[in-house]
């Protein structure tokens, strides 16, 4: 069975069997994903991430595969009904659908007419009539009545032998699996608002009278067509045939593709007719039935894996965005009523300062609010500000704007973060453990901060559900997601590296080899011993034993410590051959790391022996000219236009900087600063042919858009990245302080209520400070 499965995973993925074999191996033994791939390419045949993700899957698919048809085998045989053929037939089933269909005829199941029929003893009336069409039926199956049991006249006992024939049709597995194709080439499917539904269902409109055939749809309009069925907005129906078939009068293909299969023909024979109408029947009644459950368990399952796919690639590339880094950073949460709260953590991410201030609607205290920040920025030396993206987003980026223009000699960044799963996370149980002494709402702030310096170490917190970088998430199936989703978060955290000593219990959990239960027992050490000083000193940890050391190691970095290669990714069982390499070049390993021109000299065939071939060898001299490189891009920011706000303050034509936050099958969302992402679709991302939105754009990138169009009714932004098409519409003239034209900064008044002197908005041009808020930043040093 094993060297089956092996030899159909070599053949989908077109590499040798004995590498397959050797992956199977490690896996079985406990090794992970990201530890075979970096740590054993010998063993493997060089076989990356992405290869080996795709054969665990096969490899979990085809022995659930294996077992299925070992339980359908069993359960056939114990009926004593077990041939050579059927035995034949199931051993060679590829796939689930095959070999359900083959189970069919033989699965347990109510009590249906036909087995009714056949134990009134009317199975050899449905044998002679479709053996012999030359019976007259109604004569033939007048030897069949029996009132005795239950067959009280001939037209009863052939309603029985119809009962028998239609569950034989539906039963036949070549048949069946030949339809279903049928239907998926030649069908389609429909939609229709419900009645009285038009309003309450409006989102759902462009489905409200809609049909594709199967085959064309995408995946997002499957999830799409489904969600609006299940919101009892519409009604689906699955069709058979073409549209301009589908009300053709007569015979349908998969009717006389049935006749054809059981030797059924209109010859004039006097059973011909009966058995055309038991063909029509079992067509109408439970073939057709069959083939549509089919079809919408293979149009759900596709939409779902590429759903789930989208979701784990957007969020493979949220991980994997640029870091901010080590520096001090103002979180800020906005909010309206509640205030916005403020968390000012340091170059590690310990919280320093936390403050709530009141600068938004009903209280307006703008200036007290820009005092305050003010303040924290001098106290702390703040570097960049990380502002949450939800509600009173954009008014609380205009704040920090101010407070940019206003912190004289100060160098301030301000960003717009995600801040999706804040709430999440702050409501957690280790947020409750890590951050005791904040109320639940100032954590939001935190996080937001951390996320910004380091959007892979705060992100792994939060369950990747909650991230919100999916499409029709909640519709998913629950194992499925979590299963891909987890394993991008195993192979992000450890593409990049954890730093050992400053690592979080949840980042450290995703590291290859650690369980969450090994993850508190090295936190819990360092709070105790100390950092750790080399990787040996995992060994001390508790219950951590030999195999979670190999798996773990050489993905856990030790800035400083007492053995230089504990600082790049060249795992501890490699050490021997650095070693080897520095004697042989005549310098030590602190001289060999990062230098180029010694290392240029090294010849990797050198230095393969029976336990080091030339792909690890040449992977440690790469990792020594560039130890503990970082794979993530260099941090860039987007700055959103000043007075375009909301949703009403966008116009056709307009070109805006911003931030994409998500790539779906059909183009891309992009925050523009009007708290509604907008969308790219594929057609106007590129000039070019775009087959995939990821080639173009991923989440995190920083893009020009121009807008098309704004549905305000139903909250939707068009835009194109193609920038130098012409414009359809110009955008309008400037007319009042609350909407603003492209170019347009004149005459924007303050009109928050209560909030005091005009701040400066006369032609771009920031005034000097006002009032009470000026004396306050006086005070504090900032103006």
Known sequence: MTVDINEAIATELGVGERQVAAAVDLLDSGATVPFIARYRKEATGTLDDAQLRTLEERLRYLRELHERRASILDEIDKQGKLTDELRGQIMSAETKARLEDLYLPYKPKRRTKAQIAREAGLEPLAERLLGDASLDPAATAAEFVDADKGVADAEAALAGARAILTERFAEDADLIGQLRERMWKQGHITSKVREGKETEGAKYSDYFEFAEPFGKLPSHRVLALFRGEKEEVLTLSLEASAEDDAASVGPSDYEREIAARFGIADRGRPADRWLLDSVRWAWRTRVSVGLAVDTRVRLWQAA??????????????????????????????????????????????????????????????????????????????????????????????????????????????????????????????????????????????????????????????????????????????????SHSLDAVVEDCVNGVGVDLNTASAPLLARVSGISSALADNIVAHRDTAGAFT??????????????????????????????????????????????????????????????????????????????????????????????????????????????????????PGMVLEGTVTNVAAFGAFVDVGVHQDGLVHISAMSNDYVADPRDVAKPGDIVKVRVLEVDEARKRISLTMRLQDKAEAKPPKQSDGNKRGKGDRKGGKDNRKGGGKPRGRD?????????????ALRRAGLA
């Open 304 to 481: 779902e894996d590429e759903a789930v796919s989208v979701f784990a690639a957007n969020l493979r590339d949220l991980l994997l965005a640029a870091p901010a880094g080590t520096r001090t950073t103002l979180g800020l949460d906005p909010g309206f009523r509640t205030g916005v709260k403020v968390a000012v953590v340091d170059a590690t991410g310990k919280v320093v300062d936390t403050a709530t201030i009141y600068p938004h609607q009903p209280q307006n205290r703008w200036d007290e609010a820009l005092a305050t920040l003010a303040a924290l920025v001098k106290r702390h030396n703040v570097e960049l500000i990380a502002i949450g993206n939800g509600t009173a987003s954009r008014e609380t980026d205009k704040l920090a704007g101010d407070l940019v223009k206003l912190a004289k000699g100060h160098q301030l960044t301000k960003v717009m973060v995600s801040e999706a799963g804040a709430s999440v996370y702050s409501a957690s149980a280790y947020a409750s453990r890590e951050l005791p002494e904040l109320d639940v709402s100032i954590r939001g702030a935190v996080s937001i901060a951390r996320r910004l310096q380091d959007p892979l170490a705060e992100l792994v917190k939060i369950d990747p559900k909650s991230i919100g970088v999916g499409q029709y998430q909640h519709d998913l199936a629950e194992h499925k997601l």
């Open 534 to 651: 080399s990787r040996k000193g995992l060994q001390d940890v508790a219950r951590l034993g030999p195999k979670a050391f190999e798996q773990c190691a050489g993905f856990l970095r030790i800035r400083d410590g007492v053995d230089p290669l504990d600082s790049s990714a060249v795992h501890p069982e490699a050490y021997p051959v650095v070693r080897r390499i520095a004697q042989a070049t005549g310098s030590d390993v602190s001289g060999l790391i990062g230098n180029r021109s010694v290392l240029g000299s090294v010849k990797p065939q050198d230095f393969v022996d029976e336990t080091f071939g030339l792909p690890t060898v040449t992977d440690i001299l790469s990792e020594l000219d560039k130890p503990g490189r970082d794979p993530r891009p260099e941090f860039k920011t987007a700055v959103f236009a000043e007075g375009v706000e909301k949703l009403s303050d966008l116009a």
């Open 763 to 775: 032609g771009g041009k920031q005034s000097e400070p006002q009032g009470a808020m000026a004396e």
